[in-house]
């Protein structure tokens, strides 16, 4: 509740303001007894959550994937993306003549094998601006890779294309084959069976028949040889054909493979060049992918898809990338823009994860990923230090993001390091309460959780060293007596958890004790009170609570010091109330001076108490009732 300068003076009025001590001694003290030990049950139920990944408004991939199109692409360790991204985050941008002519001819590739374009480019010199872009440094060697799967492919293409035209040219000679078997078949006679001899004619006749014979025997056997022929082409141009479709299925197969390998690298421009080139090499339409059944990366697939893949879809989720990528630039740079770092680098994040290495990133100027990386360092130095539990560095920490970032959100961090550290600091003080009592298993349990829950607290230390004195409880109340002694009332009400216990079971400590706890909080009631005086604008105001306070408590230093601060900024108002005091006191009064003071000083103050009080006593010594 906010007191309110009018509550405040009604409660400062019904205050005594007796001159008296914070703590009044008895007249005679006797020796205190031993304190008691007494059990303090104290329960708190403790969640020993891991603050990772929950407190910190994370730029660090907390997925090993990607999405694209409904597609998931794993990613790999996080950290090294996170390593990477760093990374990229201090290289310069690859702009140059060389990166521009690079580009220029990627561009080109893609513009000339596109079905869509006006101009169409001609695969062989498609395939020669494929070759020149593979000497870029940049591009780390897919160039090359492409175009060796492209000569392979064109390579099998060709032999497939030689051994249909040898199965050409087995065919002719089968046609010729089987046209000569044909007339063979047509034109051959018979020899005779009964073998026997005739007239002279007939024996002529014979012997041209026999001719005949031997002849219609050669050519029985050439006929047969044919026949063989036939077969062994036959079967040598099915072979060839076999061969042929597994050469073209082999190539189409590996080709596939290389671009679902670029893919799944992220590397999407590449994946556009081979889906060109890949319409141009295999012209009948087959664009499925023939990857091995039941492999992962085709299961992967058709669970993301819900279809079987193709070369078309691979495509087509790479232009998706590409623009996905466009847009997260365009993002990044229009909150950067805007001061609005956090969000900026989490699209920049984006970007990196889907087209780490698409132009819209390896053009980005490094000034401005200086900024996100500066932000990111810290951002996961953060995280870091939050899963190990250092909150004092966290604290630092989130401070600085907040004066780099305007948008942090810092509201769950600072809540998790504020409870995490107060629960750590109310187990150690438990542990020190429990340690006095001489509980000591139930000490050692207060100080388990408060280590566990801020390992480098460094009221720790106040552990170890109330750890290594002998009897605490000893130490304790000889402190208090001494501190009693000195009338140093003000420290035993800092350390009144430690003196609570040594003061228990003593009539005359807990006496003294009690006292000095009311007398005290009484003097910091008014301190905070004369503070709000102070942030009202109203110094003099705060100056008379401290002051009707320090009539009743003038020992307090605490007190005195505030007093102090406050009279070098009413420094007229309080000389004037001094000199009127001064002449209302002198023998004979100076009643004149008094009253002409005690009314500047109402003038400079008009609420004062002082001056009205003093103008009333000496109203009533000049006009008596």
Not at 420 to 435: G, H, N, P
Request: net charge neutral.
């Amino acid at each position: 509740m906010t007191l309110t300068p009018f509550k405040l003076v009604s409660f400062l009025a019904l205050s005594s303001i007796s001159v008296a001590q914070v703590f009044t001694p008895p007249p005679a003290r006797n020796q205190a007894a031993a304190p008691q030990n007494q059990a303090v049950t104290q329960n708190q139920s403790q969640n020993q959550q891991s603050p990772f990944g929950q407190e910190i408004p994370l730029l660090d991939p907390s997925a090993e994937s990607i999405k694209i199109g409904g597609f998931t692409i794993p990613i790999g360790d996080n950290r090294i993306v996170r390593a990477r991204f760093e990374k990229y985050l201090n290289q310069p941008a690859e702009i140059s003549e060389e990166s521009d002519l690079y580009r220029e001819k990627v561009k080109g590739i893609l513009d000339g094998l596109s079905p869509s374009s006006r101009v169409s480019l001609d695969p062989v010199d498609a395939y020669r601006l494929l070759n020149e872009a593979a000497d870029y440094s940049g591009d780390g060697g897919r160039c090359e890779s492409l175009s060796f799967a492209i000569y392979s492919a064109r390579q099998s293409h060709s032999n497939s294309k030689s051994l249909r035209r040898y199965n050409d040219v087995l065919d002719e000679q089968a046609s010729r084959l089987q046209k000569d078997i044909d007339w063979s078949v047509k034109h051959d006679k018979p020899a005779p069976l009964d073998g026997k001899q005739t007239s002279n004619a007939d024996r002529d006749r014979g012997r041209d028949s026999k001719k005949e014979t031997a002849g219609v025997g050669r050519s029985s056997e050439i006929t047969q040889g044919k026949k063989r022929r036939l077969e062994e082409i036959q079967i040598l141009r099915k072979a060839n054909s076999v061969k042929s479709e597994a050469s073209r299925v082999t190539s189409k197969a590996q080709y596939q493979y290389n671009m679902v390998q670029l893919f799944a690298e992220r590397r999407f421009m590449h994946v556009l060049l081979a889906s060109r080139f890949y319409h141009k090499i295999w012209t009948d339409g087959d664009s499925a992918l023939r990857l091995k059944k039941n492999s992962e990366i085709l299961k992967g697939m058709e669970r993301s898809l819900g279809i079987s893949p193709t070369v078309s879809m691979l495509d087509n989720l790479s232009s998706e990338a590409l623009r996905d990528t466009e847009k997260a630039i365009a993002g990044f740079h229009y909150l950067l823009d805007q001061k609005e770092l956090h969000q900026a680098s989490r699209r920049l994040m984006e970007a990196f994860m889907i087209g780490e290495f698409l132009e819209p990133l390896s053009t980005l100027p490094l000034i401005e990923k200086r900024k996100v990386q500066r932000y990111s360092s810290r951002l996961f130095e953060l995280y870091d230090v939050m899963n190990a539990r250092d909150y004092t560095k966290a604290k630092a920490l989130v401070e600085e993001l907040k004066e780099l970032a305007t948008d942090f959100p810092s509201a769950k961090a600072d809540s998790a390091i504020t409870a995490y550290t107060l629960q750590s600091d109310l187990s150690v003080e438990r542990a020190k309460s429990l340690m006095l009592r001489g509980s000591e298993d139930r000490a050692a349990e207060e100080i388990r959780k408060a280590t566990e829950t801020w390992p480098t607290n460094p009221k720790l230390n106040e552990i170890r060293d109330l750890m290594s004195q002998g009897n605490e409880i000893v130490r304790a109340q000889n402190d208090f007596d001494r501190l009693l002694g000195e009338q140093n009332f003000r420290e035993i009400f800092n350390r009144r958890a430690e003196f609570i216990v040594a003061a228990k079971g003593d009539s005359e400590r807990e006496r003294a004790f009690n006292e000095i706890m009311t007398n005290v909080s009484e003097i910091d009631f008014s301190l905070k009170a004369a503070q709000q005086f102070v942030n009202a604008g109203n110094p003099y105001a705060a100056w008379e609570q401290l002051s009707v306070v320090r009539e009743k408590f003038p020992e307090d230093s605490k007190l005195g010091r505030e007093i102090e601060k406050l009279t070098a900024e009413v420094a007229s108002f309080t000389q004037t109330l001094n000199n009127a005091k001064d002449f209302e006191e002198r023998t004979p009064i100076q009643m004149g001076s008094a009253l002409s003071l005690y009314y500047k000083a109402k003038h400079i103050y008009p609420q004062s108490k002082y001056a009205s009080e003093g103008i009333d006593r000496l109203i009533k010594k000049v006009l008596p009732r």
